[in-house]
């Protein structure tokens, strides 16, 4: 696993984007110092080499609600939701290749949002401290999922940063019924990481074609009634076409 960093803000603008996503709230956050156990939950893949909580190889099924035991799908939630700050290297994403493609599904390909996906977050207990979000396409055309998830555990006040090594070739595209994946390292497994708590609650942000644009409505997937433990480590990986780009990250 590659070294972890201490996350920075990324400054007034960028947080004040990814508060946007939830209303900016800046509530009491909820606090904790134990990392998260649930049992296996039903994303249409998981990675080879992982396991969910409850110690079981996680090889869930497709389904329609994506839920099974502890989890359901996430739903959209009332407006746009911005995207995060990116890097001026990020400026476009390339065309979009992969399952789809342009108009390969009732017209020109949209973009992929809380209003037209479900999304579910599945901790899991190998790679250790790590969460998988599943993004399934529930619309009846194509869409598109540019860089990454904007993640907001409960009223954090900071933007979580990507890792930009798991930067893809093309822009994730979804034809109706397809996933689509991303990885969240919750906390430093060394207990590097600073100012840990517990959350109960997770806002995914879709970005648009442009850094720092919105993707539409955000998603709210549940998380286990317990919980999840994060700290400054925390990081994504961007979209991912197929769950193995991302399986020993």
Same mark, same amino acid.
């Given at each position: 696993?590659?070294?972890?960093?201490?996350?920075?803000?990324? =400054?007034?603008?960028?947080?004040?984007?990814?508060?946007?996503?939830?209303?900016?709230?800046?509530?009491?956050?909820?606090?904790?110092?134990?990392?998260?156990?649930?049992?296996?939950?039903?994303?249409?893949?998981?990675?080879?080499? $992982?396991?969910?909580?409850?110690?079981?190889?996680?090889?869930?099924?497709?389904?329609?609600?994506?839920?099974?035991?502890?989890?359901?799908?996430?739903?959209?939630?009332?407006?746009?939701?911005?995207? !995060? @700050?990116?890097?001026?290297?990020?400026?476009? *994403?390339?065309?979009?290749?992969?399952?789809?493609?342009?108009?390969?599904?009732?017209?020109? *390909?949209?973009?992929?949002?809380? &209003?037209?996906?479900?999304?579910?977050?599945? *901790?899991?207990? @190998?790679?250790?401290?790590?969460?998988?979000?599943?993004?399934?396409?529930?619309? =009846?055309?194509?869409?598109?999922?540019? +860089?990454?998830?904007?993640?907001?555990?409960?009223?954090? %006040?900071?933007?979580?940063?990507?890792?930009?090594?798991?930067? *893809?070739? &093309?822009? /994730?595209?979804?034809?109706? =019924?397809?996933?689509? +994946? !991303?990885?969240?390292?919750?906390?430093?497994?060394?207990?590097?990481? $600073?100012? =840990?708590?517990?959350?109960?609650?997770?806002? /995914?942000?879709?970005?648009?074609?442009?850094?720092?644009?919105?993707?539409?409505?955000?998603?709210?997937?549940?998380?286990?009634?317990?919980?999840? +433990?994060?700290?400054?480590?925390?990081?994504?990986?961007?979209? %991912? %076409?197929?769950?193995?780009?991302?399986?020993?990250?």
């Amino acid at each position: 696993m590659r070294q972890l960093r201490l996350l920075a803000v990324t =400054g007034t603008a960028a947080a004040a984007l990814a508060l946007t996503a939830c209303g900016g709230g800046t509530g009491t956050k909820d606090e904790g110092a134990s990392g998260p156990t649930v049992a296996q939950t039903g994303t249409p893949k998981t990675p080879r080499d $992982a396991t969910t909580t409850d110690g079981t190889p996680a090889d869930g099924t497709d389904g329609t609600d994506g839920t099974s035991g502890g989890e359901s799908s996430g739903s959209g939630t009332a407006g746009d939701a911005p995207g !995060a @700050r990116t890097d001026a290297t990020d400026a476009r *994403p390339s065309a979009s290749a992969g399952h789809g493609g342009r108009g390969s599904a009732g017209g020109p *390909p949209v973009l992929c949002n809380g &209003a037209n996906t479900t999304v579910t977050a599945q *901790p899991l207990r @190998r790679p250790l401290n790590h969460l998988l979000l599943t993004v399934r396409n529930t619309g =009846g055309r194509t869409c598109e999922l540019p +860089y990454y998830p904007v993640v907001r555990f409960g009223e954090m %006040q900071w933007v979580p940063q990507a890792d930009r090594d798991t930067q *893809p070739q &093309a822009v /994730v595209s979804l034809e109706p =019924g397809a996933s689509a +994946y !991303a990885g969240v390292l919750l906390s430093a497994p060394d207990g590097s990481g $600073a100012g =840990g708590m517990t959350s109960h609650s997770l806002t /995914v942000a879709f970005q648009g074609m442009t850094p720092n644009s919105s993707g539409g409505p955000s998603a709210t997937p549940p998380l286990p009634a317990k919980g999840v +433990y994060y700290d400054s480590s925390l990081k994504v990986t961007y979209w %991912q %076409q197929e769950l193995d780009a991302i399986s020993s990250w």
